[in-house]
């Protein structure tokens, strides 16, 4: 089954960049997409940004358009995803997590993920 290694959070003051990276394993399918989704105290989770291994689409939720930037790297055949945050906010506290619907080849809206990772605390202090 698919896993997930995260890591990268921490915490920052506003306006500060974090990166967060994901190793993924266990994909038996040759096309996939990986997304991140989070989720603040109190509050559902929310997807925020998607990544397609067949074409390297993005998608992006309209609240980190500019300022997250998902990325790919499959060198040395370790299936590695970052997010880069930019101009980070108070709101984007949450805890971040690796996930991945294990069907779509594309990113869209209304993803729904089956496996997760464990998380990464990501704090913004105003």
């Keep these: 089954h698919v896993q997930f290694v995260e890591s990268g959070g921490g915490s920052v003051q506003s306006g500060g960049s974090l990166r967060l990276s994901c190793t993924a394993s266990g994909f038996t399918r040759d096309y996939y997409t990986i997304a991140w989704f989070r989720q603040a105290p109190g509050k559902e989770t929310e997807g925020v940004a998607c990544i397609s291994s067949s074409d390297e689409s993005t998608y992006y939720a309209d609240s980190v358009?500019?300022?997250?930037?998902?990325?790919?790297?499959?060198?040395?055949?370790?299936?590695?995803?970052?997010?880069?945050?930019?101009?980070?906010?108070?709101?984007?506290?949450?805890?971040?997590?690796?996930?991945?619907?294990?069907?779509?080849?594309?990113?869209?809206?209304?993803?729904?993920?089956?496996?997760?990772?464990?998380?990464?605390?990501?704090?913004?202090?105003?």
Excluded at 92 to 104: F, H, I, K, N
């Design 65 to 126: 358009k500019g300022r997250f930037t998902i990325s790919r790297d499959n060198a040395n055949a370790k299936n590695t995803v970052h997010l880069q945050m930019d101009s980070l906010k108070p709101e984007d506290t949450a805890v971040y997590y690796c996930v991945t619907d294990t069907v779509s080849i594309t990113c869209q809206s209304g993803y729904d993920p089956v496996a997760w990772g464990q998380g990464t605390q990501v704090t913004v202090s105003s």
